[in-house]
């Protein structure tokens, strides 16, 4: 009985010292988020079988008084459309974008600015950080689009969507500007 005590203490004393604590990271300075169209798509009640058409994931970044176009994303230089990994779209059907189909999957969406226009572009590489590994050779689709000022300016860089009679517009804003990419839903 005094060695089966002795088994049992040692075996708590030695899962005890193998029981460390978890490390948890600190929250991100620019938390993930998603964008999904129909936007209401992920929160479906039962019996109601809607289903997501495009998904994104980005990161988003704050403007923290900081001169957003022009200094913290240069202008003529590709933007992974937001901060952390590079933004992924999904699209759960074919799409046809710029007028260039796009099959059903998933692409990292990266945005070059300059000051009057925006060029959203399509590529196939994914799961990445940032831009910094960015192969123009694996872009799928690029589209030119103008961009609005805003009145009110946007202080965490935000996507959301909007329905359009061919499909859906995704809208990306952030500081003082936004630009809107029509896609049409095949």
Known sequence: MKKLRLIVALAAIGFAANAQEVKFPPLDGSPADLAYFPVNAAKVKAGDN??????????RPSVKGRKIFGETVPFG???RAGANESTEIRFYQPVTIGGKAVPAGSYSLFVLPE?????????KQTDRWG??????????VRVTVPVEQ?????????ITFSPDAKGAKLHLAWDKLTATLPVTIR
Not at 50 to 59: E, L, W
Not at 150 to 158: S, Y
Request: net charge negative; glycine share 0%; proline share 5%.
């Open 77 to 79: 230089k590709v933007w």
């Open 131 to 140: 831009e910094y590994t960015y192969d123009q050779a694996k872009d799928v």
């Open 50 to 59: 809607s289903t997501p058409q495009i998904r994104v994931i980005y990161s």
């Open 115 to 123: 000051q009057d226009k925006w060029v959203f572009i399509l590529n």
């Open 150 to 158: 805003l009145a009110t300016p946007v202080e965490a860089l935000a």
